[in-house]
């Protein structure tokens, strides 16, 4: 391996996907992050949702028609935002600009939830530089089952290459 002042050109890996790369009907899959107790715990403390569904395990044991650790919808969305943020949206994203979003069953402590996504919009806007894509993002567990499933829409920079 060379030294810092090896003139060899090393491309950067992990930055996200420049808008031409978002093409109306592609499809991916992000990796995997496993919902520990820890991460519901830590989430709902400082997000104040302090429900018993959250905090209070003896009520779902007794008395919850929900059964297990359940983890909020709001953390489990936070998570699919993380896991695209790591894999297609560094150094590309510049603007979020809404979702519509519908929870289809609980996730719990110990699911791993990766986000398939598939491009369903995908336009420049007037200013150079920049375009709008939009995405219909759906959130599994470990099984494959639909946990939540949202359309966001962005605004990516373009690829300064091009």
């Known amino acids: 391996m060379n030294d810092s002042r090896d003139p060899i050109d090393y ?9 031409e790369q ?21 989430f709902v403390c400082v ?6 569904l959250f ?8 008395e919850s028609l929900i059964k297990g650790r359940l ?20 150094h ?5 600009l809404g979702a519509e979003l519908k929870v289809q069953k609980p996730a719990f402590a110990g699911d791993t939830i990766h986000v398939r996504c598939v491009v369903t919009e995908a336009r420049q806007t007037s200013k150079p530089g920049r375009g709008i894509v939009a995405a219909v993002n759906e959130v599994t567990n470990q099984r494959g089952e639909a946990v939540l499933i949202y359309t966001a829409t962005r605004m990516v920079k373009c690829d300064d290459r091009m």
Request: hydrophobic share 45%.
């Open 11 to 19: 491309p950067t890996v992990g930055l996200g996907m420049p808008f």
């Open 22 to 42: 978002w093409t109306v009907g592609r499809r991916f899959k992000t990796i995997g992050r496993t919902i520990t107790e820890a991460d519901i715990t830590n």
């Open 47 to 52: 997000t104040g949702m302090l429900e018993v």
């Open 55 to 62: 905090t209070n395990v003896d009520y779902l044991e007794k």
């Open 71 to 90: 983890a909020p919808g709001a953390l489990v969305y936070s998570f699919a935002e993380g896991l695209l943020m790591q894999s297609v949206m560094q």
């Open 92 to 96: 590309t994203g510049l603007a979020f």
